[in-house]
């Protein structure tokens, strides 16, 4: 099996080579739209770094410093993916601003699109390989990495398909627009990335569809239980965190009750994996009282 560190070593290589490719190219033909290309490639080799220094500390055990593991650093590496995106994205605007302004058009379309195609090959060998090990290690990281090489897939296709208006018709203007556009694309998928990051980061309860599978599990495992209540949810990374109170009658022993809770408790881990599970036994219904 591959590993995912390997995974974005390697593509780390071939994002880099291929911004390489796209940047000598750009220069060369004039192209705003290649080289904005480029930058999102470079770009893409920054965040690749971030992640392999992220998978290799979140694969760390739960230490003394650290109770709750490394979980949240995949996160904070996407948020930081996010943030480089949208700096892509203004990076480009500027560029077709100014080269707008310039009245700077005349690109040579027969070299951009010699070297598109060079990158289109590239790109794809990267998206092959990573949803291989995606597939191997069912790892966020490296599932999120080759969504975004896809995305740079259809991307390349597009100003392939645009180079070669430019050509038929002469119309170099439209090298700018669509530099213009890549950047509002650009910026707008990594606000969904950082959206995502912030809710697991700022620890937001878990879908709808999980926590009907925690209280269905409650209500199920035995009739001894009266009720449940101050249910909290949290993921950090891609470990889930349950806690709640279970309600008992008064005349219960303590064993029963344990031996319910442990019940619960492997239900939820068998339903949930990676879930962590806090059971506070109450006598009585204390929903009442407001706790931290």
């Not at 449940?228 to 965190?241: E, I, V, W």
Request: include cysteine.
């Amino acid at each position: 099996m591959r590993s995912p560190q390997k995974a974005v070593m390697v593509a780390s290589a071939l994002a880099f080579t291929l911004a390489i490719i796209k940047f000598v190219g750009g220069i060369m033909t004039g192209s705003l739209t290649v080289i904005s290309s480029s930058i999102d490639s470079l770009l893409d080799f920054f965040v690749s770094i971030i992640n392999f220094f992220a998978l290799k500390k979140s694969a760390q055990d739960k230490d003394d410093r650290y109770h709750y593991g490394y979980g949240k650093i995949e996160w904070i590496a996407a948020l930081l993916e996010g943030l480089f995106i949208i700096l892509s994205g203004c990076i480009i605007t500027f560029l077709a601003i100014r080269k707008f302004l310039a009245e700077d058009y005349i690109i040579d379309t027969t070299f951009s699109l010699v070297f598109m195609i060079v990158s289109i090959i590239f790109t794809i060998i990267i998206v092959v390989y990573l949803d291989r090990v995606s597939r191997e290690t069912n790892n966020l990281i490296i599932k999120s990495d080759s969504l975004h090489y896809k995305t740079d897939l259809f991307s390349n296709v597009g100003i392939i398909i645009t180079i070669l208006i430019i050509k038929l018709t002469g119309l170099f203007v439209i090298d700018l627009i669509v530099s213009f556009i890549i950047s509002v694309y650009i910026i707008f998928g990594a606000s969904k990335i950082i959206i995502s990051a912030y809710h697991i980061l700022m620890d937001k309860s878990l879908d709808e569809k999980d926590t009907k599978t925690i209280i269905d599990i409650i209500n199920t495992t035995s009739s001894l239980v009266d009720s449940y209540h101050f249910l909290k949810t949290r993921c950090s990374g891609k470990d889930m965190f349950i806690e709640f109170h279970l309600v008992f009658n008064e005349d219960i022993t303590l064993l029963e009750a344990h031996d319910v809770s442990d019940a619960i408790e492997q239900r939820l881990k068998k339903a949930l994996k990676g879930a962590t599970v806090i059971i506070h036994l109450d006598p009585y219904d204390d929903s009442h009282i407001e706790i931290g």
